[in-house]
């Protein structure tokens, strides 16, 4: 378990304006350890980074951040979360993947603390039985969806899908069916792979066998370099099958290690460390110092989770309780190192700008540069109900 309380700064504080109140306590539950470790990690520097720039206190009070590692398991997540909201009495929870953030959920929900999702991108995790739960990660319909329109528009008339065999799998291909054959594509068919050490190499040759123009996948953002490899080893990329997906699979985290079966591949995402703004370009800087290494889309979950505490905590005047803060919450807009966002009203979820971007090689690194912007992308399946 690790601890951050911003001591230097909390020191220089007490001693220019005496005592402040008391503390605010920020628990967030990570997989820090464990074959998830770099999506904790990117969220708990993602949040440094944030505390680093704005300081340790808000509305003065001095945040009080409270790290825990579930190691990806979702009765461990389910076991501290419980901790920190009984033991440490924390006035907001961050939580993480969807397993995860499921688990934590109807925890908050029964105590009335605020609880900020930071990485989950699956929709049903933010419903009306959750009502203390905002999310400042994405939805993997927002980009699933905008991808499908995308490959309709240019070309793409038969597409074969790759899932991993679970829920953001599932949400992800289901999005992208409905989105593509509405727009008069055709589903060749949907192939699922175990989410666990998959061999990809059987189900690309199925893949391939079915001949379409176009290949969508969605594995988790780990998985994405063994996949393109198998691709190209496959020979599917010389067959002429183009190769899209959500952002997930050009992952900064691990884009530069991935090879040159990457180049070209075209995906809807969020956010690229390439992203061309003052504000993105000061935090991509900012982070590589502090880590050695990309920020990704995992980062801005954390980072801009701070954000969403720091200015409800500045709205309440420093007040705690849960329907405080998440009211606070609700409406919010900003500008993040990934584009406007901000958290719709009705649903609690998060709104922003999805990206289409193709990978190249950039002085000699890969990155997904973007060239087209859809704007203020809701999640698609909140918009049908």
């Known amino acids: 378990m690790l601890r951050i309380i911003g001591i230097a700064f909390a020191a220089a504080t007490l001693a220019a304006t005496g005592a402040l109140a008391q503390d605010v ?3 967030v539950v990570l997989p820090l350890t464990g074959g998830l470790a770099p ?49 440490d009495k924390v006035a907001v929870i961050g939580s993480a993947l969807t397993p995860s953030a499921m688990a934590i959920g109807p925890l908050s929900t029964q105590a009335k603390t605020a609880n900020v999702v930071m990485v989950s991108g699956t929709s049903g995790v933010i419903n009306p039985n959750n009502p203390y739960m905002v999310r400042t990660s994405f939805t993997l319909g927002q980009q699933s969806g905008i991808i499908a329109e995308w490959a309709a528009k240019n070309g793409s008339k038969k597409v074969a899908i790759i899932q991993s065999d679970w829920a953001p799998g599932a949400e992800a291909a289901a999005v992208f069916t409905d989105a593509f054959t509405k727009a008069g594509g055709q589903i060749a068919e949907t192939i699922k792979v175990p989410l666990a050490n ?55 985290n691990d884009l530069p290690g991935m090879g040159d079966a990457m180049l070209g591949v075209v995906t809807a995402g969020i956010y690229s460390a390439y992203h061309n703004s003052p ?10 110092k502090a880590n050695g290494y990309r920020p990704n889309f995992i980062s801005l979950g954390g980072y801009d989770g701070m954000h969403a505490i720091y200015e409800a905590l500045k709205k309440t005047e420093g007040k705690t309780d849960g329907d405080g803060l998440i009211n606070a919450m609700k409406g919010m807009t900003w500008e993040s190192p990934r584009g406007q966002i901000s958290i719709d009203p009705e649903t609690r979820d998060i709104v922003q700008n999805v990206y289409i971007g193709k990978v190249e090689k950039v002085q000699g690194e890969l990155y997904n540069v973007e060239f087209e912007t859809f704007k203020a992308v809701k999640d698609p399946l909140k918009m049908k109900k």
């Open 39 to 87: 999506v904790g990690k990117q969220v708990q520097a993602g949040i440094k980074m944030y505390m680093d720039k704005n300081g340790a206190s808000v509305a003065g009070k001095k945040i009080d951040l409270i790290v825990k590692d579930d190691g990806g398991v979702p009765d461990n997540s389910k076991r501290l979360a419980q901790e920190l909201i009984v033991n």
């Open 25 to 27: 306590k920020v628990g």
């Open 279 to 288: 504000a993105n370009k000061e935090y991509v800087a900012a982070f590589q």
């Open 198 to 252: 998959p061999d990809f190499a059987p189900f690309l040759q199925r893949a391939r066998d079915l001949n379409p123009d176009t290949l969508f996948v969605f594995v988790p953002a780990g998985q994405a370099g063994t996949f393109a490899k198998q691709f190209a080893e496959r020979g599917l990329d010389k067959a002429g099958i183009k190769l899209i997906g959500p952002g997930d699979i050009v992952d900064d």
